[in-house]
C-alpha cells in the first residue's frame, strides 16, 4: 500500500518547525502537520505570504496550532534572531524541515557575501539546524529533515576554496552543489549525532518533479531564462502537485519506521508514491562531508555540537 498523509500518526503535544511554509511544499508539510495535531512554527521571510498561508491552513485545519517567525535564510543576522525566537518560546522541538530554498537563479550574493543558492539552501539551514540543535537534543525521538533535489546527481561537492563558484558561476551548477551540499548536510548531520550518542535523527528527502511556487520564481528572477522556462513547463504538465512533492518529506519526518540516515523520495525518480531511496553517490562521500563542514563552520562562524545539553 502507497504511503499517504493517512499514515502520519497522531502529532499532538509535538512542536515542528518548517522554513519556508508559506508556499508550496512547505506550505503542505505544516498544513498536514498541524491537522494531525502538532504546534508548527512557521519560518517564513515573506510575512505576508506568511499571513496568507495561515489563513490557506485554517481554512481546511480549523483548530490549526500555527506561530509565524520572520526567517531570512539568506540572512545570516535573521537566522540568529528567529532561532532566539524559536528557543524562548521552545526550548524543547520535536522536528526541524530544512525545506526553503531557491533555484536556478543568476548570479547573485546574500548580504553576508555568500552565493545566494548556497547561501539561502545550505548555509541558512546550517546555522538555523545548530542553534536549534540544543532544542532537538533534548527531545526524545526528535529529527532533522533536510530537503534536497534530484539535482544533487548534478552537482558538485563544495570546493574549500571556492565555495561561492568565483569565476566558475552557472545557475544550475551552483543549485547542484547547494543540492549536493542539502544531502551531504543530512547525511553528515546523521554521523555526527550517531557518534554523540544523541537520539535526535538527521534524514533528507527530496520531491522528485513537483509543480511549485519554487519552479515559477526562478522562471522570474532568471528574467525567464531559457532552462527555466522548460522545468517550469515540465513541472506543469508531468509533475506531481505540491500535495504529493510533498509526501517525501513528510514521510521521513512523521514515519515511526523511518530511521536516521535514510533517504525518502517518490518512488519513479520524479514522480510517484514516496519510499525509501538508496543512498548513492558514497565514494568520496566521507571526505565531501568533511570539506562542507569546514566551508560551513568557516563561512557562517557557528559550529555544530551534537552532545546532549542539560535539561530545560
Known sequence: MAWTTNDIPDQHGRTAVVTGANGGLGLVTARELAAKGAHVVMAVRNQQKAVDAVEQIRASVPDASLELVTLDLSAQASVHEAANQILDAHPRLDLLVNNAGVMGIPQTRTVDGFEMQFGVDHLGHWTLTALL??????????????????AHHTGRAVDVANPHLEDNYGPWRAYGQAKLANYHFGLGLQRELEQAGANTTSLIAHPGLSDTDLQSVSVQQSGGGASQRFFHILARYTGMSADGGALPQLRAATDPAAK??????????NNGAPVRKPVLRRIGMESAIAKLWQVSERETGVAIDPRTPSTA
Open 260 to 269: 536516521g540516515g535514510e533517504f525518502y523520495g517518490p518512488l519513479f525518480v
Open 133 to 150: 540543535l540544543p532544542a532537538l537534543l533534548r527531545t526524545p525521538g526528535s529529527r532533522v529533515v533536510t530537503v534536497t533535489s534530484t
